[in-house]
């Protein structure tokens, strides 16, 4: 589910080459929502896994369609709205040939309680449970309000927000439920975000083991419901940061602590290093012989859980700069 790059390539393509698994054997690919942070080499990986369903969200939201429209944004926003853009454009453009020789099946879009794939044996589900039918219908709303009537002026561009719409995955291996909450958020309304999934459960869903933390632990992606009702009291929970927000924030940290699982980071943020004239600077160049910056230290890591069917237990390894919260 979703992407990252790890010198150049999709992280997915990576760990599985170095654990001697051909990339072709993937079944699916979901990309959760067209954010950097969650698609960047996402095509690539579509283009490694030709044996994959691809899925994403079927709500429109309308910033994927001010993508396409990114003349009309403010210079600022451009980097950010160009990167998902390509993955989008280039992501479709291999689909849409594999499907023009009879190669692909057509994605598919993932809605409220999907079942997106399955083992034969059926030991193995994949469910979406959202969006829900109220976020998809918001993306529609705002999808229309783009039309502008003749002879108006055109309007701004708003800020892409697309946490509302993407996909929040449940896996079953079979009695065993891992949760993968994507960017969802708390809203004001029953009928949508994560207040659709516990108010209206799939009927299947036992609480989950292991638990993708949503939306990097901030504040709008935590739920007390999530946490007492579709997590097992010795659930145990991984979240990965956002540099940009500086999220989890520790205040946020310590209310997830307090809800009695294991919690696991896949790398801690950098401190910010003290800045130093630059008169400084050379100063200590002249005084040193052999002055160099000291290396940044690492911030990539990961959390990898393994579970012998026979044993109730998740075995946890942490890898780089991955720790224990």
């Known amino acids: 589910m979703d992407c990252a ?33 969650h698609v960047d080499g996402i095509s690539e990986l579509v283009r490694h896994a030709i044996g994959a369903r691809f899925v994403c969200s079927r709500a429109i939201r309308c910033d994927e369609f001010q993508s396409l429209i990114a003349c009309y944004a403010d210079s600022t926003d451009l980097p950010t709205m160009r990167a998902p853009l390509k993955e989008i454009t280039q992501t479709f453009g291999i689909i ?9 099946n057509a994605p598919r879009l993932a809605g409220e309680k999907q079942i997106l794939w399955q083992t034969p044996d059926g030991r193995i589900d994949v469910w979406a449970l959202s969006p829900s039918d109220a976020d998809v219908m918001a993306s529609l709303v705002e999808f229309k309000k783009l039309f502008i009537p003749e002879g108006e002026p055109l309007r ?26 994507s960017d969802l958020e708390v809203t004001g309304t029953a009928s949508t975000g994560w207040n659709a999934i516990v ?17 990097h632990g901030s504040t709008n992606g935590f739920s007390p419901v999530v946490w007492n009702a579709l997590l097992d ?24 602590k307090a809800q009695g699982r294991e919690i696991y980071i896949t790398a801690r943020h950098q401190a910010q290093p003290a800045r130093r004239a630059a008169s400084a600077t050379r100063m200590i160049e002249r005084q040193t012989t052999a002055f160099q910056p000291s290396p940044a230290p690492p911030d990539f890591g990961f959390v990898r859980m393994r579970k012998n069917p026979t044993s109730p237990n998740w075995g946890v390894e942490l890898f780089g700069a991955a720790a224990r919260l």
């Not at 708003?158 to 719409?165: A, F, V, Y």
């Not at 209206?200 to 989950?208: C, E, I, R, S, V």
């Open 5 to 37: 790059k790890f010198d150049g390539t999709p992280w997915p393509v990576e760990y599985l080459t170095a654990l001697g698994v051909d990339p072709v054997a993937i079944r699916l690919v979901v990309a959760s929502h067209w954010h950097s942070d």
């Open 96 to 104: 849409e040939e594999r499907l023009r020789r009879s190669m692909a």
């Open 156 to 181: 701004g561009i708003s800020p892409i927000r697309q946490n509302e719409s993407c996909v929040v995955v449940a896996v079953r291996v079979d009695q065993q439920w891992i949760l993968l909450g």
């Open 199 to 215: 108010g209206a459960p799939l009927a299947q869903l036992k609480p989950a083991s292991v638990y993708k933390l949503a939306h």
């Open 233 to 256: 009291p010795k659930a145990i929970t991984v979240v990965t940061p956002y540099s940009r927000s500086r999220l989890p924030r520790q205040e946020q940290i310590e209310i997830m």
